[in-house]
Nanobody
Framework: QVQLVESGGGLVQAGGSLRLSCAASGRTLINYAMGWFRQAPEKEREFVAEISRRGSNTWYADSVKGRFTISRAGARNTAFLQMSSLKPEDTAVYYC????????????????WGQGTQVTVSS
């Protein structure tokens, strides 16, 4: 079983930055793609970013492209989401995800989920 724990959320002013972390335990995620989703109040969960199993490929939602950067480290058991130039519309609960194939996350789902961390961007 895999446990994912997010951290790094908080309150930030528009234009600011935050770095989210996702720590995995239970098994090595060296063979898992990792990603981030978010869900704003009264909205459906949406894909934000993904990094491939080897860390060589990344994908981003159009809404965050050029502002967010996903990475992974620590024998690939930790994932990060560096968020810059934050906007009020980035306010949401951000969830870490891990899946055995890249296409799983790109399709909008995952094998494992974290509990989420709140990001609030004030205008």
């Amino acid at each position: 079983q895999v446990q994912l724990v997010e951290s790094g959320g908080g309150l930030v002013q528009a234009g600011g930055s935050l770095r989210l972390s996702c720590a995995a335990s239970g098994r090595t995620l060296i063979n898992y793609a990792m990603g981030w989703f978010r869900q704003a109040p009264e909205k459906e969960r949406e894909f934000v970013a993904e990094i491939s199993r080897r860390g060589s490929n990344t994908w981003y939602a159009d809404s965050v492209k050029g502002r967010f950067t996903i990475s992974r480290a620590g024998a690939r058991n930790t994932a990060f989401l560096q968020m810059s130039s934050l906007k009020p519309e980035d306010t949401a609960v951000y969830y870490c995800a891990a899946a055995s194939t890249e296409s799983t996350i790109l399709s909008g789902t995952s094998d494992y989920w974290g509990q989420g961390t709140q990001v609030t961007v004030s205008s």
